[in-house]
């Protein structure tokens, strides 16, 4: 992190700003697996783990932070489970000036924070907060937003279109069929059950290219791919039992 922390977002520690990029944390601090995504306000960050779970830290008395405590966090802090909202599988974050949006694996919209923003003339506009039923008031906690807002949209990260743009090669041997045999770390472990399933059905649609697909199953991403295609790629296969 790097910038202006007057009010603790950036969860070094300090209030103090940070000219150059100042180390956080990584698997040792965020779940034992490392964080995903961040997303920054002016007042308050979100930090998203590959485990699901969400972070805090910031100014809290605009509530952004999902807490009841008014006093600013400086260091990132698990977001407590409350009575409607358990802090995890979820699957992207956003932070707005004064509130802030989870989204779930299954589609669902939290957000919590201020329901009014007050400019420096005075004047009020809606927070962003979503909620027909709140009335204006503040929503402390995260509170689920109605389906009906949405039409029935599915809404998050996990599509299968996105995915299988933004993890190519893990797609490709997916496809391929070599799902079962890639291990720890490879899609299989950290596709949702839903995106598999969609996988499974609609995998003819694909026509992926067998050397790209062979590339993946070794762990060579993109840099490395780019160098080997330079050059012509001729695969040889063997099976010790019979020889072919």
Same mark, same amino acid.
């Not at 906690?141 to 190519?168: D, K, M, N, Q």
């Not at 070599?178 to 026509?207: D, N």
């Given at each position: 992190?790097? /910038? =202006?922390?007057?009010? #603790?977002? *950036? $969860?070094?520690?300090?209030? %103090?700003? &940070?000219?150059?990029? @100042?180390?956080?944390?990584?698997?040792?601090?965020?779940?034992?697996?490392?964080?995903?995504?961040?997303?920054?306000?002016?007042?308050?960050?979100?930090?998203?783990?590959?485990?699901?779970?969400?972070?805090?830290?910031?100014?809290?008395?605009?509530?952004?932070?999902?807490?009841?405590?008014?006093?600013?966090?400086?260091?990132?802090?698990?977001?407590?489970?409350?009575?409607?909202?358990?802090?995890?599988?979820?699957?992207?974050?956003?932070?707005?000036?004064?509130?802030?949006?989870?989204?779930?694996?299954?589609?669902?919209?939290?957000?919590?924070?201020?329901?009014?923003?007050?400019?420096?003339? /005075? =004047?009020?506009?809606? #927070?962003? *907060? $979503?909620?027909?039923?709140? %009335?204006? &008031?503040?929503?402390? @906690?995260?509170?689920?937003?109605?389906?009906?807002?949405?039409?029935?949209?599915?809404?998050?990260?996990?599509?299968?279109?996105?995915?299988?743009?933004?993890?190519?090669?893990?797609?490709?041997?997916?496809?391929?069929?070599?799902?079962?045999?890639?291990?720890?770390?490879?899609?299989?472990?950290?596709?949702?059950?839903?995106?598999?399933?969609?996988?499974?059905?609609?995998?003819?649609?694909?026509?992926?290219?067998?050397?790209?697909?062979?590339?993946?199953?070794?762990?060579?991403?993109?840099?490395?791919?780019?160098?080997?295609?330079?050059?012509?790629?001729?695969?040889?296969?063997?099976?010790? /039992?019979?020889?072919?």
């Amino acid at each position: 992190m790097c /910038g =202006f922390g007057m009010c #603790g977002q *950036l $969860g070094t520690g300090t209030n %103090e700003n &940070a000219l150059i990029p @100042t180390r956080v944390g990584g698997s040792d601090r965020f779940g034992g697996e490392g964080v995903r995504m961040i997303a920054c306000s002016n007042k308050h960050s979100l930090i998203l783990g590959t485990d699901n779970r969400v972070w805090i830290c910031g100014k809290a008395c605009h509530f952004a932070l999902g807490i009841v405590d008014t006093v600013d966090m400086l260091e990132p802090t698990l977001l407590p489970d409350v009575a409607k909202f358990t802090n995890g599988n979820v699957v992207t974050v956003a932070a707005g000036k004064k509130h802030s949006v989870f989204v779930m694996q299954d589609g669902t919209v939290y957000t919590c924070g201020r329901a009014m923003n007050q400019s420096h003339s /005075g =004047f009020e506009s809606p #927070g962003g *907060l $979503g909620h027909l039923d709140f %009335e204006g &008031a503040n929503v402390v @906690t995260p509170h689920a937003l109605s389906l009906a807002l949405f039409g029935g949209a599915r809404i998050g990260h996990w599509h299968a279109c996105s995915w299988l743009l933004t993890h190519e090669q893990e797609s490709l041997a997916f496809i391929m069929g070599l799902h079962s045999r890639l291990g720890v770390g490879c899609a299989h472990s950290i596709m949702p059950p839903e995106l598999i399933q969609h996988l499974l059905k609609y995998h003819m649609q694909f026509t992926p290219t067998p050397h790209k697909g062979l590339l993946a199953l070794m762990g060579l991403y993109p840099r490395e791919l780019q160098c080997v295609l330079k050059k012509p790629v001729q695969v040889g296969l063997s099976c010790v /039992g019979c020889g072919t």
